[in-house]
């Protein structure tokens, strides 16, 4: 059984990749570090940047 943590960082970064907010590879890279609180700002600007700059490519 998984912490519920990490259930809710799933649910929340595979939201995040469904709306082409980070891309599916960066939200399966960030669940846990997000469920065990050591994710930082730097992650999530890196993150959504990517997330952007693919979907105006498309």
């Not at 998984?2 to 960030?30: G, Y």
Request: proline share 2%.
């Amino acid at each position: 059984m998984t912490a519920p943590s990490h259930e809710l960082a799933k649910i929340v970064f595979e939201r995040l990749a469904s709306e082409k907010f980070i891309t599916s590879e960066d939200a399966k890279k960030m669940i846990n570090k997000y469920a065990e609180g050591k994710l930082r700002q730097e992650d999530w600007r890196l993150s959504f940047e990517k997330g952007l700059d693919k979907e105006s490519k498309q």
